[in-house]
């Protein structure tokens, strides 16, 4: 059975970092690529960064040179935020793409960037 667990969101100030971790189980030969995405009430969910495994990262334009996605292990990824803003503040949500076209999510982790 496929999870994927989110860890290491909470409430950072702006101007700091925070790092989260996606760690998958089940069937990690399949793996093609994770990544992470996060949503705000009513908007559409939005590309952080993504990384395939052979490590070719993609990034979402509003967090370019902020921040930072790398394979940790064959089953964890990694995504390193700095310079953080308010308007990250979302639900940030960890995602898994397999060989055979399936898609997972995590069920989400809440990052607040407040003073």
């Known amino acids: 059975q496929v999870q994927l667990v989110e860890s290491g969101g909470g409430l950072v100030q702006p101007g700091g970092s925070l790092t989260l971790s996606c760690a998958a189980s089940?069937?990690?030969?399949?793996?093609?690529?994770m990544g992470w995405y996060r949503q705000v009430p009513g908007k559409e969910r939005e590309l952080v960064a993504h990384?395939?495994?052979?490590?070719?990262a993609t990034y979402g334009d509003s967090v370019k040179g902020r921040v930072t996605i790398y394979n940790q292990s064959r089953s964890t990824v990694v995504l390193q935020m700095s310079r953080l803003k308010p308007e990250d503040t979302a639900v940030y949500y960890c995602?898994?793409?397999?060989?055979?076209?399936?898609?997972?999510w995590g069920q989400g982790t809440q990052v607040t960037v407040s003073s």
């Open positions: 995602n898994r793409n397999d060989r055979d076209s399936r898609e997972y």
């Open positions: 089940g069937s990690l030969f399949s793996i093609n690529s």
């Open positions: 990384i395939t495994r052979r490590g070719e």
